[in-house]
C-alpha cells in the first residue's frame, strides 16, 4: 500500500474536535483514568489526507498574498471530471453552486422553497445537522421511518413516504444518497420509486451527496438527478470532498442545479449572508483532492475501511450478544442496535453510552438520529484502534 493508514496521529493541541470536544455537553466525556481516548463519535477521519491535496495548499500558501481572488477555470475543470467518476458530464459552470458547507447549501435552498412552519420529508434515522437546520429555521420534520428487510438491509417505506407527503402537503425533501447514517447505498430502482413521488407531490429535493466517494467495493452510487428528466429538474445535488479526503475544517462544498429557477433562488439566499465566499486555500484543496493521486488514494482508503468495517461487523456478530448491525455499504460509519442487549439485561442506553466512554471508546449517542437503542461508531481510524476498541467494548461495556 502505497499511503499510511496504520499510524497513530496524535490530534491533540490541533484544534481537532474529535480529542478537544470532550465533556462540552454535545460529546463524550473524559474517560476514566488508564484508559486513552479512542474517537469515534465525530464523522471526520483519523487519517491524514492525500498529500496531492497537502502539496497543492503548501504551494500555494507560500506565496504571501491571500487577497480577494477568483475561481481558476482548473477548480471547475476538476469537478467536471470529477463527476464522470458517477457517469455525469456535460456539466456548466453556472450549474455550479458554492456553499461553505452542505448544511448551509440546503439552508439556501430550503428558504427559497419553504415557508417557517413548513414540513419537509426526511427519512429516519436521520442526519442530526438536518435537523437542526430544520429547527434553526422554523421548518418541522416530518420522519418516515427506514426499515430492516429480511437480510438486515434498510429499506424506505414507500408508503408511508406517500401518505405522509400526502396527509401533510409537503412540497420539500431532504433526500441522503447514500444514506447517513445507515450507509445504504440505493439500487436505482429504489431512487426511481422515491424521486416518482417527490414528482407526484412537487416537491423540490435537497440531494444530500456527500458521501458519494466512499463507496464501498461491490456498490455503485446512482447520482438521484440522472434517473429521470424530471429528477434533473427538481433536485439539487450537494457534494463535497471533506468526507471523502478529511477536510472538515476547510469548509468547501458544491452543488449542482439544472434548473435556472432552483439555482437561481438558492444562490440568492446564500448571497444574503455576504460570507458565503470559497476559500483560496479550499479551492486549491479541492484541486488536489480531485486529482489521478487523489483518486488512488481514495482507492486504497476504501480497501482499508472495508476491512475496518468487516472487523467490526464479524465482531459484532461473534462477540455481542443482543447487539446487531446492518453492514454499511458506504461511509465510514457502522450504527449498532442495542435493543436486545437492553431488553435481556435491563440497561439503559444512558447506562451503555456511559459505559463505554467511561473506558475511552468516544461513540456516539444514536437517540439525536431517532433511533432509539443505536449507537454510532466512526471506522476510520487505524485498525489497531478499531481492534482495541471493540476489545474494550466486549470487556468492559457488553458484559
Same mark, same amino acid.
Given at each position: 500500500?502505497?499511503?499510511?493508514?496504520?499510524?497513530?496521529?496524535?490530534?491533540?493541541?490541533?484544534?481537532?474536535?474529535?480529542?478537544?470536544?470532550?465533556?462540552?455537553?454535545?460529546?463524550?466525556?473524559?474517560?476514566?483514568?488508564?484508559?486513552?481516548?479512542?474517537?469515534?463519535?465525530?464523522? $471526520?477521519?483519523?487519517?491524514?489526507?492525500?498529500?496531492?491535496?497537502?502539496?497543492?495548499?503548501?504551494?500555494?500558501?507560500?506565496?504571501?498574498?491571500?487577497? &480577494?481572488?477568483?475561481?481558476?477555470?482548473?477548480?471547475?475543470?476538476?469537478?467536471?471530471?470529477?463527476?464522470?467518476?458517477?457517469?455525469?458530464?456535460?456539466?456548466?459552470?453556472?450549474?455550479?453552486? &458554492?456553499?461553505?458547507?452542505?448544511?448551509?447549501?440546503?439552508?439556501?435552498?430550503?428558504?427559497?422553497?419553504?415557508?417557517? =412552519?413548513?414540513?419537509?420529508?426526511?427519512?429516519?434515522?436521520? &442526519?442530526?445537522?438536518?435537523?437542526?437546520?430544520?429547527?434553526?429555521?422554523?421548518?418541522?420534520?416530518?420522519?418516515?421511518?427506514?426499515?430492516? $428487510?429480511?437480510?438486515?438491509?434498510?429499506?424506505? $417505506?414507500?408508503?408511508?413516504?406517500?401518505?405522509?407527503?400526502?396527509?401533510?402537503?409537503?412540497?420539500?425533501?431532504?433526500?441522503?444518497?447514500?444514506?447517513?447514517?445507515?450507509?445504504?447505498?440505493?439500487?436505482?430502482?429504489?431512487?426511481?420509486?422515491?424521486?416518482?413521488?417527490? %414528482?407526484?407531490?412537487?416537491?423540490?429535493?435537497?440531494?444530500?451527496?456527500?458521501?458519494?466517494?466512499?463507496?464501498? *467495493?461491490?456498490?455503485?452510487?446512482?447520482?438521484?438527478?440522472?434517473?429521470?428528466?424530471?429528477?434533473?429538474?427538481?433536485?439539487?445535488?450537494?457534494?463535497?470532498?471533506?468526507?471523502?479526503?478529511?477536510?472538515?475544517?476547510?469548509?468547501?462544498?458544491?452543488?449542482?442545479?439544472?434548473?435556472?429557477?432552483?439555482? +437561481?433562488?438558492?444562490?440568492?439566499?446564500? +448571497?444574503?449572508?455576504?460570507?458565503?465566499?470559497?476559500?483560496?486555500?479550499?479551492?486549491?484543496?479541492?484541486?488536489?483532492?480531485?486529482?489521478?493521486? =487523489?483518486? %488512488?488514494?481514495?482507492?486504497?482508503?476504501?480497501?482499508?475501511?472495508?476491512?475496518?468495517?468487516?472487523?467490526?461487523?464479524?465482531?459484532?456478530?461473534?462477540?455481542?450478544?443482543?447487539?446487531?448491525?446492518?453492514? *454499511?455499504?458506504?461511509?465510514?460509519?457502522?450504527?449498532?442496535?442495542?435493543?436486545?442487549?437492553?431488553?435481556?439485561?435491563?440497561?439503559?442506553?444512558?447506562?451503555?453510552?456511559?459505559?463505554?466512554? +467511561?473506558?475511552?471508546? =468516544?461513540?456516539?449517542?444514536?437517540? *439525536?438520529?431517532?433511533?432509539?437503542?443505536?449507537?454510532?461508531?466512526?471506522?476510520?481510524?487505524?485498525?489497531?484502534?478499531?481492534?482495541?476498541?471493540?476489545?474494550?467494548?466486549?470487556?468492559?461495556?457488553?458484559?
Amino acid at each position: 500500500m502505497t499511503y499510511d493508514f496504520t499510524t497513530i496521529i496524535a490530534r491533540e493541541g490541533m484544534d481537532a474536535l474529535a480529542v478537544e470536544g470532550l465533556g462540552w455537553g454535545f460529546g463524550p466525556k473524559a474517560p476514566k483514568e488508564g484508559f486513552d481516548f479512542i474517537p469515534m463519535w465525530v464523522a $471526520d477521519m483519523n487519517f491524514p489526507t492525500a498529500p496531492s491535496i497537502t502539496r497543492r495548499i503548501v504551494e500555494r500558501a507560500e506565496h504571501p498574498l491571500y487577497g &480577494y481572488f477568483l475561481a481558476r477555470p482548473e477548480y471547475y475543470q476538476a469537478i467536471f471530471d470529477w463527476q464522470k467518476r458517477h457517469g455525469v458530464s456535460g456539466l456548466e459552470k453556472w450549474q455550479i453552486g &458554492y456553499h461553505n458547507g452542505v448544511l448551509g447549501g440546503v439552508a439556501s435552498l430550503m428558504k427559497a422553497f419553504t415557508a417557517p =412552519g413548513d414540513k419537509v420529508l426526511m427519512h429516519s434515522p436521520a &442526519y442530526i445537522g438536518f435537523s437542526h437546520v430544520l429547527e434553526d429555521l422554523g421548518r418541522r420534520a416530518e420522519l418516515s421511518p427506514m426499515k430492516k $428487510d429480511a437480510d438486515g438491509v434498510w429499506r424506505m $417505506d414507500f408508503e408511508d413516504m406517500e401518505r405522509r407527503l400526502a396527509e401533510n402537503h409537503i412540497h420539500f425533501a431532504i433526500f441522503c444518497s447514500p444514506h447517513n447514517p445507515t450507509g445504504r447505498v440505493w439500487e436505482r430502482w429504489e431512487i426511481e420509486r422515491a424521486m416518482a413521488l417527490f %414528482e407526484q407531490y412537487d416537491c423540490v429535493v435537497a440531494a444530500d451527496e456527500i458521501w458519494s466517494d466512499l463507496i464501498l *467495493p461491490g456498490h455503485v452510487h446512482i447520482p438521484t438527478q440522472s434517473v429521470s428528466g424530471d429528477a434533473r429538474r427538481r433536485t439539487v445535488a450537494f457534494y463535497s470532498p471533506s468526507k471523502g479526503f478529511n477536510l472538515s475544517g476547510l469548509w468547501n462544498s458544491y452543488s449542482i442545479a439544472y434548473d435556472r429557477t432552483l439555482q +437561481d433562488r438558492m444562490v440568492k439566499q446564500g +448571497d444574503m449572508t455576504h460570507y458565503n465566499s470559497l476559500n483560496v486555500l479550499s479551492m486549491h484543496a479541492l484541486i488536489g483532492a480531485y486529482s489521478e493521486e =487523489g483518486a %488512488e488514494w481514495l482507492r486504497q482508503l476504501l480497501d482499508v475501511l472495508q476491512g475496518n468495517i468487516d472487523l467490526v461487523c464479524d465482531f459484532v456478530r461473534d462477540e455481542l450478544p443482543g447487539v446487531t448491525v446492518s453492514r *454499511p455499504q458506504s461511509t465510514y460509519l457502522v450504527f449498532l442496535s442495542c435493543d436486545g442487549y437492553a431488553a435481556r439485561t435491563g440497561r439503559s442506553m444512558d447506562d451503555i453510552i456511559s459505559a463505554a466512554w +467511561d473506558v475511552g471508546v =468516544g461513540l456516539q449517542d444514536g437517540r *439525536p438520529f431517532f433511533e432509539p437503542f443505536g449507537l454510532r461508531l466512526n471506522l476510520a481510524l487505524p485498525r489497531t484502534r478499531v481492534q482495541e476498541a471493540m476489545r474494550r467494548l466486549k470487556e468492559y461495556v457488553f458484559v
